[in-house]
């Protein structure tokens, strides 16, 4: 057996009389929290962190509208996390399809979670603002804020463990827990760590590219480019989840990474083509012998 070179020993739980706390799960909050406070201060000061070449419209994003998103965001991130999950472990649930909205079996995915989330939170913002793609804009720093810290929590619980490894930076989990993943005591890659660092890197391209002016129109894809870079570092990494392979070497959780890279490639060239679009037709009705048709609440009456 390969010899660790990292070896935590800690309870991973906290106890106020008879109440069990994980640690695993104050991270989890903590990720919530952090991830929503960076949210409302993008809200209430759009250019505080990404303001080269322009502001947010301030008038289109409030701070009480948020609440209303994210929790829009919540059955599309749980629907989403749920099919996701049921596509990693796709023979069990073929054979047990109640078993996949029972909420004490299994778990969630995180891709699909997050993509479920941002559908159904995206179309209460198009209700609320008419313009889903300036929230989407906003959202980009703070869902990988909350996917990093959110993984990085998982050590604090044993959880996210990959392969067994040899590597100097394996890591083990010793005493009795309870951890999050079965054989914690056997060195294993971090592979919690691994996207935890990918989502922080991510975050600080995306950040730099919006700090030289590279998302000045504002149209949500900088949550394109945030969310299509952290499925990319999620295809490698999970390389070393304990996954069986399922399309030659690739691991189911590998297939829907790269789902979510095409997918967000797909929606970046859609948003390019609309405005494009867009733009052709404001620059024909500027033509001259244009008619400009007046907008149906000030046309006048017959």
């Known amino acids: 057996m390969p010899i660790a070179a990292v070896v935590l020993r800690f309870d991973p739980t906290i106890r106020f009389g008879e109440l069990v706390l ?17 949210a409302g201060l993008i809200v209430r000061r759009p250019a505080a962190w ?19 998103v994210v929790l829009a965001a919540i059955p599309g991130a749980v629907a989403g996390g749920r099919i996701g999950y049921a596509l990693l472990h796709l023979d069990y649930y073929l054979a047990n399809p109640g078993a996949l909205v029972d909420p004490a079996q299994g778990s969630l995915e995180l891709g699909l ?7 159904t939170g995206g179309y209460a913002a198009r209700l609320l603002t008419r313009s889903a793609g300036l929230w989407f804009h906003a959202a980009a720093l703070p869902t990988l804020l909350a996917i990093g810290i959110g993984k990085a929590a998982m050590v604090l619980g044993g959880s996210g463990q990959g392969a067994p490894a040899s590597a100097a930076w394996a890591i083990a989990y010793a005493g009795p827990g309870p951890w999050g993943s079965l054989g914690a005591n056997v060195p294993s890659h971090p592979a919690q760590l691994y996207e935890a660092m990918a989502a922080g890197f991510v975050l600080l391209l995306v950040l730099a ?35 069986t392979t399922v399309v030659g070497p690739l691991r ?25 679009e867009s733009r052709t037709e404001g620059s024909r009705a500027d033509e001259p012998g244009v008619p400009r048709w007046p907008e149906p609440q000030n046309r006048p009456r017959f």
């Open 113 to 119: 979670a997050v993509i479920g989330g941002a559908l």
């Open 209 to 243: 590219s919006a700090a030289a002016g590279g998302f000045v129109r504002r149209d949500g894809r900088a949550w394109l480019a945030a969310i299509g870079g952290w499925a990319a570092a999620r295809v490698v990494i999970a390389a070393t989840w304990r996954d």
């Open 22 to 38: 994980r640690l695993e799960t104050l991270g989890f909050a903590v990720a919530i929290l952090a991830s929503l406070a960076v």
């Open 50 to 68: 990404w303001s080269a070449g322009g502001r947010l419209d301030v008038a289109a994003l409030r701070v009480d509208d948020l609440f209303f």
């Open 252 to 276: 189911a959780g590998q297939l829907l990474a790269i789902a979510i890279v095409v997918g967000c490639g797909v929606a970046w060239w859609a948003v390019g083509r609309r405005r494009e």
